[in-house]
């Protein structure tokens, strides 16, 4: 499937490398704070917003770095560019189609209260606008954005925050197995209360909405209820559940509602290495479609910095969410990612990272077959190199490919991209 969206506007840069070079030169001429950054979704997805469930946060900056951060409103300015080379921008099996990807992406925040630390109270706006531009599919350019605004304030031992985010994305998704537009809107308030010194109850609701152009939408709205318990100054934990509501358009797809029961740990064991997870177990309805199900949750994480200058990063986790392509279909994504960063002389940083993903997929409604399981490995390396403060130069490559059983052969793919980036902010 090739699906190609209608672009509002025609772009042909020129076709060569020697044009890619000069757009990264032309960010390295910009004075300003630098943070490179190349926006690559979930594991097993092209570089490019994430799918649906799992929304890209807009960027934030350095308060140590960002002007007017003196003052009571306190703003950041950022303009990142990429030249990449996508040999399957399609992530096609057998029509594989290479092109030039020229992407600009500013963007603004602003705020008042602790808008960088978000640690005290604070009110604060992001917005990026992205362009990309196709040289040899011109028919694939394309506008994105992202805004989000979210807010926190406490009230003795209460504290409440909120969070409101709007997407407006284009690019490749694994699920569907082609390019798709996309609008995801998410809303989420939560609050915690301090009942003393060692515990506090955590509650929060949450609405998202995914609306694809030619896919599958849904909608789905949840809560969730935590006790948390400070044991020793390195050990936290928490106990509680949640319950979410999910509706899905067409005939075949019926309402589902999950809980969860889930154990979560935060662990401090020095200032070099911190750890947090959540295990727990889900069960699923399906409105009277099919029976019920159970299945294993859990979220891990690791920060690990033996040596200055040395960040070692695992990640892991897996979840289960409706298919946009699939009618009457679910999957269950089971994720892990190990990245390394690396700074030398105070100037060189050197990123690497692998990522494991595998996707099941399981139907809804009796009488549908489904089968279908996805294997994602992507491997990334990265070169930045800070020129001065405000001011970075960088190059990557990205490696991707997904393999299954005979249900997933429609949609494998082998993926290349490599390119230059530079960001600056002012």
């Known amino acids: 499937m090739n699906r190609r969206t209608t672009s509002r506007f025609s772009f042909a840069p020129h076709r060569s490398l020697l044009t890619a070079a000069c757009a990264a030169v032309l960010a390295s001429s910009l004075a300003g704070y630098v943070e490179a950054q190349i926006l690559t979704g979930r594991p097993g997805q092209l570089t490019g917003p994430s799918v649906p469930g799992y929304p890209v946060p807009l960027s934030s900056s350095d308060p140590n770095q960002v002007m007017g951060e003196a003052r009571r409103f306190k703003y950041a300015f950022r303009l990142s560019l990429a030249a990449t080379y996508d040999d399957n ?13 020229f992407t600009v992406e500013p963007s603004i925040t602003f705020g008042v ?11 604060r706006v992001d917005y990026q606008p992205g362009f990309s531009f196709f040289s040899e599919n011109s028919s694939q350019n394309n506008v994105q ?4 605004a979210s807010g926190l304030y406490t009230f003795n031992r209460l504290s409440v925050n909120f969070g409101q985010s709007i997407q407006i994305l284009n690019g490749a998704d694994t699920d569907v197995g082609t390019r798709v537009s996309r609008h995801v809107y998410q809303t989420t308030l939560g609050m915690s209360y ?6 506090s109850v955590d509650l929060g609701f949450n609405y998202t909405y995914n609306s694809y152009k030619n896919q599958v939408d849904s909608d789905v709205i949840g809560a969730n209820l935590y006790v948390n318990w400070v044991y020793s100054p390195k050990w936290t934990f928490g106990f509680g559940g949640s319950w979410a509501l999910t509706r899905v358009d067409g005939p075949f797809s019926p309402d589902q509602t999950s809980e969860q029961i889930n154990f979560r740990a935060n662990y401090q064991a020095t200032g070099k290495l911190a750890f947090n997870a959540s295990v727990g177990v889900e069960f699923r309805q399906f409105d009277g ?31 289960t969410q409706n298919s946009s392509i699939l009618v009457g279909q679910n999957f269950t994504t089971t994720s892990f990612g190990l990245t390394l960063r690396q700074r030398f002389i105070q100037r060189i940083y050197v990123t690497a990272g692998v990522q494991f993903e595998n996707s ?31 001011l970075t130069f960088g190059a990557f490559y990205t490696h991707r490919e997904n393999t299954g059983n005979t249900l997933s052969r429609p949609f494998e793919f082998s993926n290349n991209q490599y390119g230059v980036r530079a960001t600056v902010s002012f």
């Open 360 to 390: 099941d997929y399981n139907e809804n409604v009796r009488g549908i077959f489904s089968g279908r399981s996805d294997n994602y490995v992507t491997f990334n390396l990265g070169l930045d190199y800070s020129i001065r403060e405000g």
């Open 194 to 199: 301090a009942i003393s010194g060692k515990t």
């Open 89 to 101: 921008i399609f992530i096609s099996r057998t029509n594989k189609t290479g092109d030039w990807v």
């Open 289 to 319: 479609a099919r029976s019920g199900s159970a299945s294993p949750v859990f979220e891990l994480g690791m920060v690990y910095q033996p040596f200055d200058g040395t960040t070692v990063t695992l990640r892991g986790g897996r979840r």
């Open 113 to 123: 209260g602790d808008v960088f630390g978000r640690s005290g109270n604070y009110l």
């Open 145 to 148: 954005h992202s805004f989000r």
